[in-house]
């Protein structure tokens, strides 16, 4: 495998850290990334998390030496630094997230713990808070936002995500670094009998979704943090006895060097895991051939079993196929019939619908600026105006068409020939290679 390694010694456990849980799901890409050091390069979205991270921290921090909760040109300076897209997402907790200046400890605060969960590696932040044990670090993590309500024993942990998809800390497996930055904040602040862990998505107005953890839970945190550590030692000791790891599909997928470079030990069994664009084009036709040979054999399975079909990732996340319910909602533009649609005292048909937005616009004719996006699909429209009797009406509402633009990505039909690309017209070069 190609690429930047930084290979560690197998038998030195690297600290846990809050993403080690995620890459643990498949101990391929936990032994690929942490022990042979093949890491995912991160790419764009890493960046913009960093930079994400950077500029909330400058931002509490500000409000913090200026005592204010909210600085928005403060705000908009530090969200202009991070970038366009980073500064586009941030835009859902500019004029929302409140700084509670008078708490606010730290940001960007890394801490750690040793194996024995004593605080050990203290930064200078956290000097004199507690003891240092000096023994090497088992657990680390930093926190984005640390606020110490020391009166009331109560800590609030703030930690941004940029998720486009939010979730709650407290689910069981998205619950490991809320129950790990907690331990952090019971054994550094030895008063502290309650810590709540709040995720705040940044891309969201008021958007916080939060867990409580009390002293008296402790002893059950240890346990989970333990856990996951042992699960770590355990691939350790595998990769070293030199035994096979195994590759388990898990949502780390996504993050795995060897997906994109198709060494993953799943994908092998593809014979066209190799290879040049056209390759990868043909990769995907076979995938979607495959996902449907696939998906109708775990149809039938589950048809013929009546069970669910299950997948557990190395975490004992489980991942399940099988029938799910669901229900949407549908605007119908006419009130059905038995024999057609239903018509109104004056003899026009019922649109009940329509007659609300019309309400609307008449009652508020300030705010229809939206009413101008809503549609109908060609699609269902088509399927009904495509025959010979409805020919004149379908030329009609072709006629009131808008048409739209849009360029996407996509695997076309079978065709017999692609046009040839026209010759690209401008930059030149000479012999060696110098532009003129
Ligand atoms: S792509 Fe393959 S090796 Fe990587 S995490 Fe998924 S299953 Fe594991």
């Known amino acids: 495998m190609k690429g930047k390694m930084v290979k560690i010694d197998a038998s030195i456990v690297p600290p846990t850290h809050q993403s080690t849980e995620l890459l643990m799901g498949c101990k391929k890409n936990y032994v690929t990334q942490i022990i042979e050091g ?4 991160g790419g764009v979205e890493s960046r913009r998390g960093q930079e994400i991270h950077h500029t909330m ?3 509490l921090s500000h409000c913090a030496r200026k005592g204010v909760a909210m600085d928005l040109s403060a705000f908009d300076e530090f969200s202009k630094g991070a970038g366009a897209v980073a500064s586009k997402i941030l835009v859902g907790v500019r004029d929302s997230y409140e700084v509670d200046f008078a708490a606010l400890f730290a940001t960007e605060l890394r801490m750690s713990l040793d194996e024995d969960f004593h605080p050990t590696d203290l930064s200078a932040e956290l000097d004199g808070t507690c003891e240092d044990s000096g023994e090497d670090a088992g657990y680390v993590g930093t926190l984005d936002g640390l606020n110490l309500y020391r009166s009331e024993g109560k800590i609030v942990i703030d930690d941004f995500k940029s998720h486009p998809r939010p979730y709650n800390p407290s689910d069981p497996d998205k619950s490991m670094q809320g ?20 995720l705040i998505f ?30 770590q030692k355990a691939i350790h000791e ?12 898990n949502d780390g997928c996504v993050y795995c060097p060897l997906l994109s470079n198709r060494e993953c030990p799943i994908l092998q069994d593809n ?3 190799q290879g040049e664009p056209s390759e990868w084009l043909s990769s995907s036709l076979v995938y979607s051939a495959y996902a449907k040979v696939n998906t109708a054999r775990m149809k039938a399975h589950v048809q013929g079993t009546g ?7 190395y975490n004992q996340k489980c991942y399940s196929f099988g029938p799910v319910e669901s229900e949407s909602s549908v605007f119908p533009l006419f009130r059905k019939t038995e024999s057609g649609i239903a018509m109104d005292a004056q003899g026009n048909p019922d649109m009940p619908i329509v007659s609300l937005l019309l309400d609307y616009a008449h009652a508020t004719p300030d705010d229809t600026k939206w009413m101008g996006n809503l549609l109908i699909s060609s699609t269902k429209l088509n399927s009904y105006l495509g025959t010979k009797a409805r020919a004149m009406l379908d030329q009609a509402v072709t006629d009131t068409a808008d048409k739209v633009t849009k360029a996407t990505l ?4 079978p065709l017999d020939s692609i046009p040839e690309e026209p010759e690209e017209e401008g930059d030149s070069w000479d012999e060696d290679g110098e532009e003129f």
Not at 203 to 219: C, G, I, M, S
Not at 307 to 313: A, G
């Open 38 to 41: 093949h890491r995912n390069p």
């Open 57 to 59: 921290s400058l931002y």
């Open 179 to 198: 129950k790990e930055y907690s331990l952090f904040c019971f054994t550094h602040f030895p008063w502290a009998n309650e810590v709540k862990f709040r």
């Open 202 to 231: 940044v891309r969201f107005r008021k958007l916080v979704r939060e867990v409580v953890y009390t002293r008296d839970e402790v002893p059950a945190l240890i346990e989970s943090v333990r856990s996951m550590r042992s699960r």
């Open 238 to 249: 595998e990769y070293i006895a030199g035994k096979e790891i195994a590759a388990t599909g």
């Open 271 to 273: 014979p066209n895991a």
């Open 307 to 313: 069970k669910p079909i299950i997948l557990r990732d």
């Open 410 to 413: 996509k695997v076309s039909k």
